[in-house]
């Protein structure tokens, strides 16, 4: 069983920047493919970004590219975390954030993953 942990979330202003963790309960956790999906209030979760388990492949809703960068390190100490750089933040970026994990390829559909986190805020301000 993996247990995922996200943290970073926050409020922010406009034009603003967050870094999101994604931490992992597991020391294999550089064999799983990672996503981030959000939840806006009286809204459907939707993809924002995904990494293959290598990091050879990402994947971007159009809503964030260029503006987010999903990444990892499996090679350093860092291989139980996976993070989501967040930049140029608009108020419309306002959900709560997930990671979900899985061990297949990276997907842009939650049914592609089978663990996920608990979420964390993000709230962006005009």
């Known amino acids: 069983q993996v247990q995922l942990v996200e943290s970073g979330g926050g409020l922010v202003q406009a034009g603003g920047s967050l870094r999101l963790s994604c931490a992992a309960s597991?020391?294999?956790?550089?064999?799983?493919?990672v996503g981030w999906f959000r939840q806006a209030p009286g809204q459907e979760r939707e993809f924002v970004a995904a990494?293959?388990?290598?990091?050879?492949?990402?994947?971007?809703?159009d809503s964030v590219k260029g503006r987010f960068t999903i990444s990892r390190d499996n090679a350093k100490n860092t291989k139980n975390t996976v993070y989501l750089q967040m930049n140029s933040l608009k108020p419309e970026d306002t959900a709560v954030y997930y990671c979900?994990?899985?061990?297949?390829?990276?997907?842009?559909?939650?049914?592609?993953?089978?663990?996920w986190g608990q979420g964390t805020q993000v709230t962006v301000s005009s």
């Open positions: 990494i293959r388990w290598s990091g050879g492949l990402t994947l971007y809703a």
């Open positions: 979900a994990a899985d061990l297949g390829s990276a997907s842009d559909l939650e049914t592609g993953y089978d663990y």
């Open positions: 597991v020391r294999t956790f550089s064999s799983y493919s």
